[in-house]
């Protein structure tokens, strides 16, 4: 009888555990449905799309800009470095250009 009774008091407690696990995984199973949904209803909302499409066109505007301005700065110091000119400081502080 004894031995019988330690064996129902273990498989009580098994039992115990396995549906506290169980409910805890039941929980966070709501909760990641919900994530989900609030997730999916971000991702389909037609004014948030548009503002990553603008956003895409900004930036994608914005590299062009760089581009173009990279070019600039290279059309400018090309020549430059060509003639190896180097600024000079005179003695009043101004900024002199002279070949080296």
Same mark, same amino acid.
């Given at each position: 009888i004894d031995e019988r009774s330690e064996e129902l008091q273990k498989l009580r407690k098994k039992t115990?555990?396995?549906?506290?696990?169980?409910?805890?995984l039941?929980?966070?199973?709501?909760?990641?449905?919900?994530?989900?949904?609030? $997730?999916n209803h971000l991702v389909t909302n037609p004014i948030l799309k548009y503002d990553l499409?603008? !956003? /895409?066109?900004k930036l994608e505007m914005t590299k062009d800009k760089i581009d173009v301005l990279k070019?600039?700065? $290279?059309?400018?110091?090309?020549?430059?470095e060509k003639a190896q000119v180097s600024p000079m400081? !005179? /003695?009043?502080?101004?900024?002199?250009?002279?070949?080296?």
């Open positions: 115990t555990v396995t549906v506290q696990v169980l409910t805890h039941k929980e966070k199973l709501q909760f990641v449905q919900k994530e989900t949904e609030v $997730t499409e603008l !956003s /895409k066109e070019s600039n700065f $290279t059309k400018i110091a090309s020549p430059l400081i !005179s /003695k009043r502080g101004s900024t002199v250009s002279s070949m080296a």
